[in-house]
């Protein structure tokens, strides 16, 4: 589907990126997003090779996003410091990094910290992130979708919650998360 105006997480699969020398297949996009709401970068996972982080905004062109950088400006997630990624929050319902080689296994660690794809609970309720909308640019949240029992859906805009409380606590080599609790601003 053609990118028009908000950009949702869910449709940030399979989307070709031209970069100013060569035009890439990546398989998930990944922004990774900061406590006001705001993008400082993106991990790239491409159809092959491992996932690379791209600091530039994009710009969204129908069914790819382009951006100024070559190739060779892409660097490995390594590059971002494991403190870094205390103050982050990203959001991956498939759980991609489960299946990622050729990385660290400490930053694989720090990555599936900042998961916010498990459930939380804010005002006494249970709610399960649905979907992110970013801007068109993937430079912030402008909204987080979730849903609450079958079929009731919320959404929350920047000041409605603490992103960052939307982390759980992660088992290391486990899988298996606890502590899901927001605090509302």
Not at 37 to 63: I, K
Not at 146 to 162: M, N, Q, V, W, Y
Request: positive net charge; charged residues 30%.
């Amino acid at each position: 589907m053609p990118i028009e105006g908000a950009a949702r997480q869910r449709g940030l699969v399979d989307r070709r990126i031209v970069f100013a020398d060569s035009e890439r297949a990546a398989s998930h996009v990944f922004p990774f997003v900061d406590r006001r709401w705001r993008v400082p970068f993106v991990v790239v996972n491409f159809s092959e090779g491992r996932p690379m982080v791209l600091d530039a905004p994009f710009r969204p062109d129908r069914f790819r996003f382009r951006t100024a950088l070559r190739i060779g400006d892409l660097r490995r997630i390594e590059s971002v410091s494991l403190q870094d990624f205390d103050e982050l929050v990203h959001f991956d319902p498939w759980w991609v990094f489960r299946r990622v080689s050729g990385v660290d296994r400490a930053w694989v660690d720090a990555v599936f910290a900042t998961n916010i794809a498990a459930p939380f609970r804010h005002g006494g309720r249970r709610y399960k992130i649905r979907d992110l909308v970013f801007s068109p640019a993937l430079d912030r949240i402008e909204e987080i979708e979730a849903k609450r029992a079958l079929f009731r859906t919320f959404t929350f805009h920047p000041g409605d919650i603490e992103l960052l409380a939307l982390r759980s606590t992660t088992r290391r080599n486990s899988g298996l998360r606890t502590g899901f609790t927001a605090k509302a601003l």
